[in-house]
């Protein structure tokens, strides 16, 4: 995932109480009498939801063999075709959808060769070993790279910068995580234009490279990596991640010695698009069939690790929302699909195909509600609607209480399901929000892997997006 938690486009005007608790009382905003009985049928339908999840829940098994038996997955990849085939042939195991088809995309595969090699050269010529991985989409270097550095905190500083102070160098950007800010998605937003456009910027203006520190709080010697974009910079320059503990030791020497030099060594290339799939469920509704709700998480992954909780909590969370409902005895009155989405890393193509083609077929979508922020322990939804619509939905919220999934946030939903917004203007988009505190610990480095999960927090999760599945089917918005 990138990009999470900025806030969503369509909600900047939202008052504050969109950001507060769904606290409202269920009958604010209903007739009276109405309430209880319907109330108590849904608070029962949830229930069984979650008792379903939480005692024959499907989801962990699934995770274990996306992660082990298939494991690294990014797009282009032999894996990622096998992931596919995985992701198709479970659909249909789970016996709770009416078709499962696959959307061909094309979709772009950048490999990273052998492992990268990092080392900061003292003038004694001295070598201290670097942790690095090459950031997704970079070029190579084409042998070793030997060259200065020059650190700086930001874009702006980089733009201030004479031209013979970066001619020739490698630029480090080292600004670090916000520490101070409560949800770790908001310090990776102010942190992340380093990575996605630090390395385009470096190589216009006559730079040799680029390094940037690794977008986490955690303080080891894991590099995280995750795209950049050259975008049309005419010079496109190496582009690495340091390890968090190999930026401060750089920052600290260079300290010391502002003539010592960084040698890189990086084999990645961008080999041509490929051809790869979405993967699609659809439960029919019963009432109003032409009204679709989406769910879905990213089927591809990082090369570094499992995909664990990027992206594969989402995908199988978002098959087992619809294979809960069906055990759960609760056929949806609107049409649900599960999207297993292809290339959410570096391009985004699935989740554009899949907008692409909702136009095309002049859909009528409802809602989507994408799982992409890691398997933890639920804590709600952020939603991008309107902000009336958005206090209808939080009249749902004392049915979520129970399950502690009733926090609901104004924000960006999924980079998957945002192509919707202009392709088929759906009412609402959701972002399934767990406790997002470890997760950028994780995220995108060798760290994120099965053993990361645990199996009652993601099988909540699950539970927690059928619920919502079962309250937008129900009542629309
Ligand atoms: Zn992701």
Known sequence: MYLRYTIGCLLTALSCCAASLISVPACAQAPAAAVPAAQKADSLALRRLYDEALLRGQSYENLRYLCQKIGPRLSGSPQAAQAVAWGKLTMEKANC???????ECQVPHWVRGAREKGE?????????????????????????????????????????????????????????????????GAAYGAAGDQRRSGPAEAG?????????????????????????????????????????????????????????????????????????????????????????????????????????HDDGTGVVQSIEAVRLLKAAGLRPERTVRAVLFMNEENGTRGGQK?????????????????????????????AQTTPALLKKVAIWGPLLAPYHANQLTAGHAGTDIEPLVNAVHPTALFGYDGDSQRYFDLHHSALDTFDQVNRRELELGGASMASLIYLLSKYGL
Not at 371 to 380: A, L, Q
């Open 354 to 382: 899949y907008a692409e083609l909702a136009q095309q077929n002049h859909e009528t979508h409802l809602a989507a509600i994408e799982s992409d922020g890691g398997g933890f322990t639920p804590r709600g939804f952020a």
């Open 97 to 103: 959808f009416d078709k499962v088809y696959l959307q």
């Open 204 to 308: 216009r203006r006559g730079a040799v490279g680029a390094l940037v520190r690794s977008l986490t709080a955690a303080h080891d010697d894991n590099p995280h990596t995750g795209a950049t974009a050259y975008g049309d910079t005419p010079t496109k320059v190496p582009a690495a991640a340091l390890s968090t503990l190999a930026a401060d030791r750089l920052s600290q020497l260079l300290k010391a010695d502002p003539g010592l030099q960084f040698e890189l060594e990086m084999s990645c290339e961008t080999l041509p698009d490929e051809t790869s799939y979405n993967v699609v469920g659809e439960v029919r509704g019963t009432k109003y069939p032409d009204q679709i709700i989406t769910v879905g998480g990213h089927l591809d992954s990082w090369d570094l690790a499992e995909g664990a």
């Open 120 to 184: 900061i050269v003292g003038n004694k010529g001295k070598g201290i070993s670097a942790a690095v991985c090459a950031l997704g989409g970079s070029v190579g270097t084409g042998g070793k790279l030997r060259a200065g550095v020059v650190e700086v905190k930001s874009l702006e500083a980089l733009k201030a910068l004479p031209d013979a102070a970066v001619k020739g160098k490698f630029i480090f950007f080292n600004r670090p995580f916000n520490d101070a800010l409560i949800e770790p």
